[in-house]
């Protein structure tokens, strides 16, 4: 029979009350429709050609996006071209696995059920507490009890067999239980079927949920899909956190930048030249005879402290000394053109640091040695 496709709520739609399956409750209208809709999305699905032509055009956005600047990051941009591929390939696996979940519902929501018992009924002799709960939480598993339960009701338990008592003790939950009687079996059947009445109004919302496609947990390889997924994402997370990492292929770029910078540094005056000043022995103060020298500022006397600035004097060679402990650090493409052969960039930060401590340790000697002697 070929059905409609128009919602139960359209105009004019009569869907009939057909039988999903020979001998089960036939499905409503708005049912049928869904049942209708998910089984053409798997007959006929979208294909998605995964030829080297969609690759090249998925590497030409990425290389758009991401503009690489060597062959390194061009590896790296066609990496990332790739996990794309593989991410969306698996997003479509899912979405078909999903669909194939969802139909199953309609026709073969019994089948998978007793399926589902009667694989958790095999760890009944192990955990048999646990299993018994397990199974009364379905109706199939309720009426897999009530099943072995009318089994040993048909033969007095004074005529068990071993392996009907170790059964009887299982189905109680128990590794073993005193002989039993008909009148407590005939309870325990009264107690299951009344309980499978409770549990068939919550079987029935977790169909609906799983024919609306509302419901993770019986998709099978769903969990596994997305272990895939997520160790796709993380490789592309890597790759691209590589586009920020020094690479030796990026040594001229850096080389450029520190010509750069040097540049700027040789615009400043020479501070060289003020430090050797700053560290040369100072004149022998001039006889009476002579011409008085030319009188000197005076300088503080105030104690020096190594972790508070000090402020410039008015000295012709102290201030370029203290401009040079004080000159601000250097970066690392600067050490580059100096040549530095640190191994990366922390190892030139870490040089850079002993330097600017090394000259404001010569700045502060040299002006130590100046209030000296002044007093």
Not at 10 to 20: D, E, I, K, N, T
Not at 123 to 146: F, H, N, Q, S, Y
Request: hydrophobic share 35%.
């Amino acid at each position: 029979m070929v059905y409609v496709d128009l919602p139960p709520e359209s105009a004019g739609h009569q869907a009939p009350l057909v039988p999903s399956h020979p001998g089960r409750e036939p499905l409503s209208p708005r049912r049928v429709w869904r049942r209708e809709t998910v089984l053409r999305q798997l007959v006929n699905p979208t294909v998605v050609a995964e030829s080297a032509e969609l690759l090249e055009q998925q590497f030409v956005d990425i290389h758009a996006a991401f503009q690489p600047r060597n062959g390194w990051q061009d590896w790296l941009t066609s990496m990332i071209a790739t996990l794309m591929l593989r991410i969306n390939r698996a997003e479509r696996i899912e979405r078909k696995l999903r669909d194939w979940t969802s139909y199953r519902a309609f026709d073969f929501w019994e089948d998978d059920q007793q399926l589902a018992v009667e694989t958790i009924a095999l760890k009944i002799a192990k955990e048999p507490a646990r299993v018994v709960r397990k199974l009364r939480e379905t109706p199939a598993g309720i009426d897999w009890l009530m099943t072995r339960w009318r089994a040993l009701e048909r033969v007095e338990p004074r005529d068990w067999t071993d392996e009907q008592h170790e059964l009887a003790a299982r189905l109680v939950g128990r590794d073993a239980v005193d002989p039993l009687t008909r009148d407590f079996i005939g309870s325990q059947l009264a107690e299951l079927a009344n309980h499978r009445a409770r549990v068939e109004e919550a079987d029935a919302i977790i169909r609906g949920l799983v024919e609306a496609d509302l419901h993770d947990d019986g998709v099978p390889g769903l969990t596994r899909l997305r272990r895939y997924v997520r160790s796709l994402q993380r490789q592309m997370t890597w790759y691209v956190d590589q586009f920020h990492v020094e690479h030796p292929d990026r040594r001229d770029d850096l080389i450029r930048q520190s010509e750069t910078a040097s540049r700027d540094l040789l615009r400043e005056p020479n501070r060289r030249e003020a430090n050797r000043s700053c560290t040369e022995p100072r004149p022998e103060p001039r006889s009476a005879e002579t011409k008085p020298a030319e009188p000197v500022d005076e300088v503080p006397t105030e104690p020096v402290r190594e972790n508070d600035e000090t402020k410039p004097l008015e000295s012709t060679a102290l201030p370029a000394a203290l401009a040079e402990a004080m000159w601000p650090t250097i970066s690392a493409p600067v050490l580059v053109a100096q040549g530095f052969s640190g191994e990366s960039e922390s190892d030139a930060r870490r040089q850079v640091r002993r330097r600017k401590a090394k000259r404001r340790r010569a700045a502060l000697a040299c002006l130590g040695g100046l209030r000296a002697s002044g007093a």
